[in-house]
Every structure is written in C-alpha cells, then in structure tokens.
C-alpha cells in the first residue's frame, strides 16, 4: 500500500489553507469595522488575522512560480501569453462582477470620475494611493492589484533567470535561482525601508517582495530540495500540528506586543512585513512539505471554503460595511461592538455570495481559460516531492 499523499491530497490541503486564509481577513475586517470593543486583548488578537493576506501572497508565490522553475531546472518553458490569459480569467471576471454590481447598483466604491473609474477597471489603484486614501473601488483589490502584477512580473524573471543560468549544467542552476531569490527579498526590505511613511510606496509590488520570494523560494525547494534542508522539510511535513500551533503562537505574540490601533508604517512596513511572511511561510511550508494524508485542513468543509475563498474575499467587506454596518447594532463598548451578531450576518452571506460567485462565474471563466490557454508544464503544480529520497 501507498501512503504517500496523492496530488489531491495536495490539491486539498492547498484548497485547505486558503479556507484559513480568507477566514483570518473576514476576522480583521470585523474587528476593524466594530465599533468600540471593552476586550481590547481580543480586538487586538482579531487584529491580527490581516496576516491571512500574506498568508495568500506566500502561497501566490509558491503555485505560480512552480511551473517557472521546473521549467528553469529541466530546460522547458511557460509561454507568457497564455500563462496571463489563464491568470486573468481566474481573477478579473469575478472582480469585474463585483465592482460594477457593487459600485452601480450600491454606490459603493467612491468612483466619481471616468479617471477613478479607470484605475478601478484595471486595477491600478495601487500606483496613485487611491486605493488607500479614497479606498476606491473594492477596498481589499489592492492586493488583487499586487497579485496581477506579481503574475506580470514572474514571467519576466523568469525570462531573465534563464538567461543566465541557460549555460550552466543542471547541478549549478539550483545556486543561482536561490541568489536571485534572496536578491528579491533583499531589494524588498530595503524597499520597505525607504518607503516609510509614503503611500504610494507601500502599496506596490516590491514591498512585498519578501511574502512572494518566500513563496518562490518554497517552489524551489519542491521541484529540487536542497540536500540540507530534507531533514528540516520532513520534520516539518511531519509535524505540521505543531507548526500551525508555532503560527498561532507568533500572532497572539504580536497582539501582545502591538495593540491596535496601529500607525500606517506599523500595518505596511517592514515589521508588520517581517512578521506576517514568516506567519505565511509556515503556513505554507507546512502544507505543502506535509508527508501525510490531508488530515482537517484538507478535510471537505475547509476545502470547500477555500474553493469559494476568492468570491468570499471579494465580497465580505462590502457587506460589513454596506449591509451590516456597526451602527445597526449598537455602540457601546461594553456589547464588543455586538461583532458576534454582526458575524452571524456577515459569515453565512459572504458564503452564499462567495459560492454563488464560483459556479456563476468563477469555474466557468476558469474552464474557458485553461482552454484558451492550455499550460506547457503539465503536472507541476501539486506533483509529490519524494523528500526521503
């Protein structure tokens, strides 16, 4: 008998993840529209779950350049053209959807102008502070807007790594690929630093270069594990309870450390960065190094959640904001800004819209882009690394 997790294990304990991962933004954006809460340990802690959005960039990371590094190892290539219809069809249809239903038929979203409405269409919101200071469009698509140009810029990368890796043998590449990789994370931090108190700054791809050069750099390790970090990925695949529990543990330390409300700097900057990719990487890195069977976070309801994820992230705050704002249920701080009530409207509508949003539109526009554009690396992206070998 087998025991080896198949490529649905994987599948579903990635499908898992993003289940938690959405649950944790849901959290954070409740906490942060309530009104005055008398637990400040527990506000403070539900502060935490924006963590959930780097949990996403990790993994963003991680799927997207899989099949980009297996092609720099084994001499293939992703054609870029149709990698970004693929890419576009999961994300922009849904988000399309949404912002026109939102902002036409709800008035929500501030666009006012034909210059607004455009940064919104295509999301470049991120490159004139708009979606910070106006919050234009659908608040949270800052980070759809990160994730579209993260998929412009890993072709590009990609490109220039196969440049120059293209003459050395197979042994050799690995080396480069990983110095590139911590380049980016470098580049990264130190663009956090010099964005200090900018806005503009702070909400474009680089700063974020560490979440995904994690992530990049956890696909690496499945297509070719380095031979010094097999005992640490086993150990890791092994006891992934206590890895998740070591993850809880580093948010309820920084609820601790930092209560909230927190400065601008302290939610973007590199101390909220350095914490939050760690939080991700270990999220990440403990599902996807996993020996075993998906266990509960591949179980069918967090599987289903994470299915759904992307329609839930779209929609929730509108309805925290729109149709369960916290003046409906009272002010005073001695009901917690009556979260409990207002979650009990928010969770069970966000579902619904968010699976509507999937077999409406989502799994529909996916199919149509894998059609269009059928991938060149085929079996990559959930394959089982053998790290016993």
Not at 6 to 11: I, L, M, V
Not at 249 to 260: D, K, Q, S, Y
Not at 299 to 314: D, E, K, P
Not at 357 to 378: D, H, K, M, N, Q
Request: overall charge positive; charged content about 15%.
């Amino acid at each position: 008998m087998n025991d080896w997790p198949t490529a649905d294990d994987r599948s579903r304990r990635v499908d898992g993840l993003r289940g938690i991962a959405v649950a944790l933004v849901v959290v954070y954006h409740l906490a942060i529209n309530a009104a005055p809460m008398s637990m400040t340990w527990l506000r403070d802690l539900m502060f935490q779950g924006r963590a959930g959005v780097w949990v996403f960039f990790v993994l963003s990371g991680y799927l997207i350049f899989l099949p980009f590094v297996s092609g720099l190892l084994t001499g293939t290539t992703v054609p870029t053209i149709p990698f970004l219809v693929r890419r576009a069809a999961r994300i922009y249809p849904a988000y399309l959807v949404t912002l026109l239903v939102l902002a036409i038929g709800f008035g929500y979203g501030n666009l006012h102008s034909v210059g607004e409405w455009v940064q919104a269409l295509t999301l470049t919101q991120n490159w004139t502070g708009a979606a910070y200071e106006r919050q234009l469009g659908v608040q949270q698509a800052w980070s759809l807007a990160l994730e579209m140009n993260f998929y412009l810029f890993v072709p590009a990368f990609a490109a220039a790594l196969t440049m120059w890796t293209r003459r050395l043998d197979a042994a050799a590449r690995p080396v480069r690929i990983w110095i590139a990789l911590g380049a980016l994370v470098v580049v990264g931090f130190g663009w956090q630093l010099g964005a200090r108190g900018t806005i503009v700054g702070l909400f474009v791809l680089p700063n974020y270069f560490p979440a995904f050069g994690a992530g990049m750099a956890l696909a690496l390790t499945a297509v070719q594990p380095p031979v010094r970090l097999r005992a640490i990925m086993d150990g890791v695949g092994r006891y992934r309870g206590w890895c998740w529990l070591a993850a809880a543990g580093l948010l309820a330390l920084r609820a601790w450390v930092f209560t909230a409300p927190e400065g601008f700097d302290a939610k973007q900057g590199p101390e909220a960065q350095a914490w939050f990719s760690v939080f991700g990487v270990v999220l990440v890195a403990a599902t996807v190094w996993s020996l075993d069977r998906p266990g509960v976070i591949g179980g069918r309801a967090l599987a289903w959640l994470g299915t759904i994820s992307y329609g839930v992230f779209l929609w929730h705050l509108a309805i925290v904001q729109t149709w369960a704002p916290s003046d409906w249920f009272g002010t005073d701080p001695t009901l917690d800004g009556n979260i409990l009530v207002r979650a009990a409207l928010v969770v069970p509508c966000s579902i619904a819209i968010g699976a509507a949003s999937w077999f409406l539109v989502e799994r529909r526009c996916i199919a149509w882009g894998r059609r269009v554009g059928r991938p060149a690396v085929t079996g990559s992206e959930h394959r089982p690394i053998d790290l016993r070998r």
